[in-house]
């Protein structure tokens, strides 16, 4: 089975006004953009401004002359097929998030936040440096923007932030700002957790956290912990809007391998649940680090449980990986699927007891939450090509996703058989 991508033509802020907040708004039809009907036209009608005389002038878009000629090439044929002056390339979509009934959130490369509203129309936010990471979509909608920028041969002068902006109409408004690479993760109540590695040696630390902190945005407190190892790959777990804040922790804490799913209280109180993975005695170390995980919170008609999918390292190239469900908070194992491929992503559809799984094989799950069986099991393709899931979101109608090649879509859960 195949979709069809719903597409977006997006326009950059010209460089001289790309601050924080700044939006560009262009309607688009998603079905025109499609069909490949999309004309300059188009651009020009929604831009509410008629062409300008030379052969530029608009942010992003070039409009040749009439008559001009197209280059010639592959980027040509397909600018010229189009109707596009200009024809740029997108990074993978890093995260998606529906925003209430009537906006998506939308994180890439390009931008702080693209927000789409429900009419088509595109609010696209920039800033001077960064680009978007993760979208949050409740209690408060939030964004975190991280930014990188190397100084060839001059590593120790690298600048490295990670910012937390809380969405409000189409600004961003800071939460807090860490000078290092971090990770963030929502509760329910609002309550962030800030995972990250502590602060290079030998250079100033400007926010002078801690290793981990608890934030809440609401009173502006912070509770600062260690909470011991922590590696971008294997302890971000993207568990987002539970009642608790989860996370890994190795035995003992600084140690990665055998790592327990834990969970901390508001006052930094740490409770160590279950081991994630269980030494089976199968094969070495397979359970003496989970690796490349992802995890999701539900409660349904069973209860309280995780659902996580990650591979077990083997030291080998090949992907051992698992699926698995786990009752909180006895850890009760019921049930658990074998895996050729690392996750992407996973969510719940909300009141369905349905859980989706994305791999990055290209692999799309739904399985029932309380018995693990499959409902369904394909390889995603759009317009009839093989394409990988990156990212996604469910509500109870729609399915979410950000691809690989920069697209992004959504298209009813009816579609996959739900």
């Not at 560009?24 to 929604?46: C, F, H, Q, V, W």
Request: charged fraction near 20%; proline fraction near 7%.
């Amino acid at each position: 089975m195949t979709f069809p991508c719903q597409a977006l033509a997006t326009l950059s802020a010209p460089s001289s006004t790309r601050s924080a907040g700044f939006c560009y708004r262009i309607t688009i039809p998603l079905e025109s953009a499609l069909a490949g009907n999309l004309k300059l036209d188009d651009i020009r009608a929604r831009m509410g401004a008629e062409p300008p005389s030379s052969g530029t002038g608009w942010p992003g878009v070039e409009f040749p002359e009439p008559g001009a000629s197209f280059t010639v090439g592959a980027q040509g044929a397909v600018r010229h097929a189009f109707g596009f002056g200009d024809l740029r390339r997108r990074g993978p979509i890093w995260d998606i998030a529906a925003l209430g009934p009537e906006r998506v959130g939308v994180v890439h490369d390009d931008c702080h936040l693209e927000i789409v509203r429900r009419d088509g129309t595109v609010a696209l936010i920039t800033g001077p440096e960064g680009y978007g990471v993760q979208v949050f979509a409740a209690p408060v909608p939030m964004v975190h923007v991280g930014s990188f920028r190397w100084k060839q041969n001059v590593p120790e002068d690298t600048v490295t932030r990670a910012t937390l902006c809380r969405i409000e109409d189409e600004t961003l408004h800071p939460i807090v700002s860490c000078d290092r690479a971090c990770t963030f993760s929502v509760s329910q109540d609002g309550l962030v957790l800030v995972r990250g590695p502590p602060p290079d040696k030998g250079r100033k630390s400007v926010s002078r956290m801690a290793t981990d902190v608890i934030l809440n945005p609401a009173t502006g407190t912070a509770t600062r912990c260690n909470l011991g190892h922590f590696d971008v790959f294997n302890n971000f777990l993207r568990i987002d809007g539970a009642p608790h804040l989860f996370f890994v922790q190795g035995t003992p804490p600084d140690n990665p391998a055998r790592q327990y799913l834990c969970s901390i209280a508001p006052n930094g109180t740490v409770r160590r649940h279950w081991p994630v993975l269980v030494d089976d005695g199968k094969e070495p170390n397979c359970a003496s680090h989970a690796m490349e995980c992802s995890f999701a919170w539900l409660r349904d008609k069973a209860g309280e449980a995780l659902v996580a999918a990650g591979r077990h390292w083997t030291g080998r190239a090949d992907c051992k990986g698992f699926f698995y469900r786990r009752d909180l908070p006895s850890g009760r194992e019921a049930w658990r699927h074998v895996t050729g491929a690392v996750p992407a992503a996973i969510k719940c559809v909300p009141g369905r007891d349905i859980v989706l799984a994305a791999f990055l094989d290209g692999g799309l799950w739904a399985v029932r939450s309380d018995t693990g069986r499959i409902l369904h099991q394909e390889m995603f393709a759009t317009d009839g090509q093989a394409n990988v899931i990156f990212s996604f979101d469910v509500d109870p109608l729609y399915f979410y996703f950000g691809l690989l090649d920069g697209r992004y879509g959504r298209m009813p859960l009816a579609s996959l058989g739900l």
